[in-house]
């Protein structure tokens, strides 16, 4: 029963709304339902690893009564980091026949993250008061528990503890009900759609299926387009729900693929993520290099102060996802390219040097970062590597071109060309995909996201929906319900 199921949208969330408003007066009581509800929702999507939940909870609040001594903050974080290691690296494994992992608990990497995050502000005396009743609440809080947005605990705490003097704002409502119809639209009628053609180009390859250039280049963006619409909408939907009970969550997701070059899209691709690990990871060991580092030389101060620091980092960032060579690969790919992208900026701005107008140009450096975003996900969504490279010869024009039946028939200067490019997949059509994968990036890269929940802050705020805007929510709703004909899961619940 994730978010994106009839039994969620029509019975659970309903049903916890109105018990929750009825109580809302109450502190006590609106926090212990929310608690309760949020041990439901997860006992319901994962029931064999509730325990684990719990015990992990329990035991980091053991842990934060001495964390103020050094030793306790090291144990804690080697006690997290075993159980995640042994759970998500080295525990007996399964994967379904798209390659996902099955066995994994579900959220396991968010809650022991958050949790060790938690860990060291306490250490760091970033909280003055922790109590055991609002870091359970932080850790379970249902709509980021599986998936994100990782949470601070001063930030959102303080809101909790307040939440019972907020009125009800039937705006602050409208607006997170808003966000969880566009998320759920972007995961059932974009990224379930283009998951179809995805995962069917990919079971083919993994069956000995030597992919074409367009099969390649359809394939791979469709998975591209589909984590992006699938973690964007996840996200959507999570902060649509903590806003229509009052609490406003970071947001998480902001257009990457607007970016104009790899280090803007890290820093708009999982921002919650990206933010822990540039301050709990990059940050100390940038300042622990340039302490170690003297030399005035830039292709030295470029190896220790841009390429090893931002290489670690992402090697970690990429064993995050699993322990699999392709994460790691990744990883290792994104980071060479931040490198790339740094020591260009530095080289450029220190010599004073003439960059063509081509490369100011936005769109071309959105197409470049695309391209570039692209061939890493051909190496993050593959089982391995070989399986990688196969496709990244296709992309090439290396395993033949390819075309549909019907064009291939019909022109005669096209008959050395191979057909059957986009029949893959009997669940969609070729006219269907084709145009949901023209739409989806068009919305991708033209259309405005809605990343104003943190203005909600202000209590004076007031989000004026235009007359599109609603009729536009109202068919997307429709349409959504319509066609939930499976419970999908969220790629991200594999990580």
């Known amino acids: 029963m994730l978010f994106n199921s009839l039994n969620f949208i029509l019975i659970f969330f309903p049903f916890f709304f109105i018990i929750y408003y009825l109580f809302k007066k109450n502190l006590l009581i609106s926090v212990y339902l929310i608690i309760i509800t949020s041990l439901c929702f997860y006992f319901i999507n994962s029931s064999e690893w509730i325990w684990l939940l719990l015990l992990s909870i329990f035991s980091n609040t053991f842990f934060a009564k001495f964390i103020k001594k050094k030793y306790i903050l090291f144990l804690s974080i080697f006690f997290n980091l075993t159980i995640l290691f042994y759970y998500k690296y080295f525990f007996l494994l399964d994967t379904d026949d798209s390659g996902y992992n099955l066995l994994i608990p579900l959220g396991i990497s968010f809650f022991t993250f958050n949790q060790i995050i938690v860990l060291i502000d306490l250490y760091f005396g970033k909280i003055k008061e922790f109590k055991f009743k609002n870091f359970f609440l932080l850790i379970i809080f249902f709509p980021h528990l599986i998936a994100g947005p990782f949470l601070r605990y001063k930030p959102i705490i303080s809101q909790f503890e307040t939440i019972n003097k907020i009125p009800f704002s039937a705006n602050k409502f409208s607006f997170g009900l808003f966000l969880f119809v566009m998320g759920l639209a972007k995961k059932v009628l974009i990224a379930d759609t283009l998951g179809f053609y995805a995962d069917s180009f990919q079971l083919g390859v993994q069956n000995g299926h030597i992919p074409t250039f367009v099969q390649s280049w359809l394939g791979t963006f469709s998975f591209t387009l589909q984590i992006y619409f699938d973690f964007s909408g996840y996200t959507d939907m999570a902060i649509g729900l903590g806003l229509m009970i009052g609490i406003i969550l970071p947001y998480n997701f902001k257009s990457p693929l607007k970016s104009e070059n790899i280090i803007e899209f890290w820093d708009r691709w999982h921002i919650t993520l990206t933010s822990i690990i540039r301050e709990f990871i990059y940050y100390p060991i940038t300042v622990f290099v340039t302490k170690k580092t003297k030399s005035q030389n830039f292709f030295i101060e470029s190896i220790f102060l841009i390429i090893v620091p931002i290489m670690i980092t992402f090697f970690l960032i990429g064993f995050w996802h699993g322990g699999t060579l392709n994460y790691v690969m990744f990883g290792v790919y ?155 899961f969220f790629i991200y619940f594999n990580f």
């Open 334 to 488: 994104n980071g060479i390219l931040v490198c790339i992208t740094y020591i260009f900026k530095n080289y450029t701005i220190k010599n004073n040097l003439k960059i063509y107008d081509f490369l100011k140009s936005k769109y071309f450096n959105i197409l470049t970062l695309n391209l570039l975003v692209n061939f890493g996900f051909v190496i993050f969504r593959t089982p391995n590597i070989k399986d990688s490279f196969l496709i990244l010869k296709g992309m090439f024009g290396m395993n033949g071109f390819g075309v549909p039946f019907s064009v291939h028939e019909k022109y005669n200067f096209l008959k050395f060309l191979e057909p059957g490019a986009f029949m893959l997949t009997q669940q969609i059509s070729s006219f269907t995909f084709i145009f949901i994968f023209f739409v989806s990036y068009y919305i991708a890269i033209f259309c405005k996201n809605y990343n104003y929940a943190h203005n909600f802050h202000d209590e004076k705020y007031y989000y004026n929906f235009s007359n599109k805007e609603i009729y536009t929510a109202a068919v997307l709703f429709v349409l959504s319900i319509l066609f939930i004909n499976r419970e999908s």
